[in-house]
């Protein structure tokens, strides 16, 4: 969201080939294609050997599971500075059987924060500084690391569109300003951005908590060519198969720009430079993602299902799972959004749904309530997790 505030599917990087069904597709020294037909994802087996497999109904696989898995979404969970609560927030997430947790794998500033302040990266005339200290990356690790022991698993992401924790503006800074569309297409910005994908990815590659990287949170390109972004996500997501064969990539965007299925309506407009199918069809993204704000888009809160129905058969004609990312409502959560989940479970393409936002109760009181949170343990926790969980294994 917003200005506020499947073992695992393994593919490897990508190449001009690709590996025909059940053909191997990575592996240690492997030197063929690495990506595979429509249809089929190309799996992790051992260090040795990765394999074209179906895509089993356009479902994920965790830990030798094939079905649809739902989740949610904590941007605060990084920037916790207790182990203590990280692993509480942890406990209760794999409590209710959640399986996917999407948080932020950024937090980029200007200025270097006060001691005890959690930032990851800082920018500032022109040079961009990780901070790897006890307040930055490590408290991407004590995430990471509560994950791993629980059978939670991350999608982590690089970058933030809007400007909370710094975002694309905070690189705009520091390297010279310019209109918030240049962001993609500046040189050194890129380079800075690559090295920061570098440093997480290298660091927790051979974790088994890693679901997939994930390119930005709802990147947009205001009145952009389509090409524009197409082109810096097939050249981004190429970039993090070159360092990572294991793990898969997606975008992160809220399906904007789609015409198979529009109503016509702004979301599926192509104004802020995304072409849902185009981006999709990428070789080396793995899966789609799509949100859903109705109250933010001018559209009636009613129309969300069909936003995901329509989702999930772009995905299933791509061949690839649809992860519905992120929805949310200001209030009336129950009878608004069940609808929304009820339906991304019954139509075919949709492999899984993530909530926002995750709400917990830590040793420093109640996480931050947008009036989309959804506490664990609520009457809210009921419908459209408990609840939502059985809906599921009733499929």
Known sequence: ??????????????????????????????????????GYVCQFQNAWYSQCVPAKGLNFSIDGVTDYFAGSNSYWISMLTNDADVNLVMDHIAASGHKILRIWGFNDVNTVPSDGQVYFQSHANGVSTINTGAYGLQRLDA??????????????????????YGGMTAYLNAYGGGAHTSWYTNTAIQTAYRAYIKAVVSRFINSPAIFAWELANEPRCNGCATTVLTKWISDISAYIKSLDSKHMVCIGDEGFGLS?????????????????????????????????????????????????????????????????EEYGAPSDHCSIETPWQQAAISSTGNAGDLFWQWGDVLSTGQTHNDGNTIYYGSDEYTCLVTDHMADIAAR
């Open 1 to 38: 969201m917003k200005g506020k505030a499947l073992s695992l599917l393994s593919l490897a990087g990508a190449v001009a080939a690709q590996s025909g069904a059940y053909g191997q597709c990575g592996g240690q020294n492997w030197t063929g294609a690495t990506t595979c037909v429509s």
């Open 143 to 164: 995430v990471v690391k509560s994950a791993e022991s629980r059978g939670v698993k991350l999608i982590i992401n690089f970058v933030n569109n809007w400007d909370d």
């Open 260 to 324: 198979t299925g529009s109503d016509g309506t702004y979301p599926y407009s192509f104004g802020e430079g995304l072409d849902f199918a185009a981006n999709l069809a990428i070789s080396t993204i793995d899966f789609g993602t799509y949100h859903l704000y109705p109250g933010s888009w001018g559209v009636p809160y009613t129309w969300g299902s069909e936003w995901a129905i329509t989702h999930g058969a772009a995905c299933a004609a791509a061949g690839k799972p649809c992860l519905f």
